[in-house]
């Protein structure tokens, strides 16, 4: 029999009361849950060389550490906030911590290179689960801003700890930077909301797609008429799934609002412009500057460190601006970084191409979640999410090809 007394709806109601005025999370366990996934993407820039003698092979074979990294991050990003929609949010904390852990000791301790890949990829699936995580979390512009200069300024410095740490201790410890990321997990643990689990079916066929359609695109650089052709084939087969499947794994609601398209759209080219001058500029400083290798990494170093104060600055004030404003200064931004890299010949003006370039990436991710998903139901938040922050890494693997294809 049901029990309806008003015991028991005092009870719920309490139940219901808690979990609403539950405090949020603070915000900068959220930047170190979150930003320890850049310096694990970026860690390995400087150090291929020392994993390939240490592992009897070549730097470019064991660029795949880096590569599938990068892959996995993607691919995996949307599937965690699938995840996050079907089962909750400590699901998803408990999974992602797990995986990063596995995937360290993995690392840690490999003797070969391809399980030492399989590692690498284990830690991006749980990077890219706390990363969703993070930003589910946050829940303001604000807050998210927070988090993208936290990864911002570990993306900048890694490269150097990275090398640190491979001279003094050893890559393997270089490539374990991710599991700082588990510092945060008892208190996010404490502080969060479980998140109500969605009872719908998964959607397996969709998740393959878009999984199929991602990793097509982040393989672009290396192997670009198959990566097309697999691009052209699973978007096709995507938008007939969606047809079939319109509240599945990729939303039609989410897709179709004119909102989410302009503030994906946007963060996209932002972010593909950022990872594309990220490899140019350094190559402009020698060529145009006559500044040495170091030099350049070093100059860039200290602008994208000083871009990512500025997009906590940014970011803290953006809600009192419009949301045109906010998009003017973040064109004019990501407009005049391309304009310097392609004009400009004096040191300071190529760095100021950078740092412009990080601002405009970094403020967009922060900024334009909330824009692009304002309009979406809230059980489809966590993937509309995901989605964005898909588009967001996959400027990371575009930003590469058009490097390769312009300068390098």
Do not use: C
């Not at 830690?123 to 946050?138: C, D, F, R």
């Not at 760095?351 to 909330?370: D, E, K, P, W, Y």
């Amino acid at each position: 029999m049901t029990d309806n007394s008003p015991s028991r709806a005092h009870t719920s109601s309490e139940s219901s009361a808690r979990a609403v005025s539950r405090p949020l999370v603070p915000v900068w366990w959220l930047v170190l849950m979150a930003s320890p996934v850049a310096a694990a993407n970026n860690a390995t820039v400087l150090i291929l060389d020392d994993i390939g003698t240490a592992l009897d092979t070549t730097a470019a074979t064991a660029s795949w550490l880096a590569t599938v990294f990068a892959l996995v991050l993607a691919v995996a990003t949307p599937l965690q906030a699938a995840l996050m929609r079907h089962r909750g949010r400590r699901t998803v904390l408990f999974t992602s911590a797990a995986l990063v852990a596995v995937g360290t000791l993995i690392v840690l301790f490999s003797p070969w290179l391809p399980l030492a890949v399989a590692g690498r990829a284990t830690q991006a699936a749980g990077g890219a689960g706390l990363n969703v995580l993070a930003i589910a979390l946050a829940g303001s512009a604000r807050r998210i801003g927070a988090i993208s200069a936290g990864m911002g300024l570990f993306g900048a410095v890694s490269p150097l700890i990275g090398t640190q740490l491979a001279e003094v201790l050893s890559w393997r410890v270089a490539l374990s930077m991710l599991a700082i990321t588990l510092i945060a997990v008892p208190v996010v643990s404490r502080r969060a909301a479980p998140g109500a689990a969605g009872t719908d079916r998964f959607d397996s066929w969709g998740a393959l797609l878009v999984a199929v359609l991602s990793g097509s695109v982040v393989m672009f650089a290396s192997n670009p008429l198959p990566a097309l052709a697999a691009t052209a084939i699973s978007i096709t087969l995507l938008l007939i799934h969606i047809r079939r499947r319109p509240d599945g794994y990729v939303p039609v609601t989410t897709i179709r609002s004119v909102r989410f398209q302009t503030a994906a759209g946007l963060t996209l080219a932002l972010s593909a412009g950022y990872f594309t001058l990220l490899f140019v500029i350094p190559q402009l400083l020698i060529a145009r500057a006559d500044w040495t290798k170091d030099a350049a990494a070093t100059g860039q170093l200290v602008a994208m460190v000083l871009a990512s104060l500025a997009t906590l600055g940014f970011t803290s004030i953006a809600a009192r601006f419009s949301r045109t404003n906010v998009r003017i200064v973040l064109v004019a931004a990501g407009v005049v970084a391309v304009l310097a890299a392609v004009f400009a010949s004096a040191p300071l003006l190529l760095l100021a191409g950078i740092f412009l370039a990080l601002f405009a990436a970094t403020s967009a991710n922060a900024t334009q979640v909330i824009v692009a998903t304002a309009s979406v139901p809230e059980h489809q938040k966590p993937t509309a999410i995901g989605l964005f922050t898909l588009l967001y890494l996959l400027g990371g693997a575009i930003g590469p090809a058009l490097a390769s294809a312009t300068v390098l």
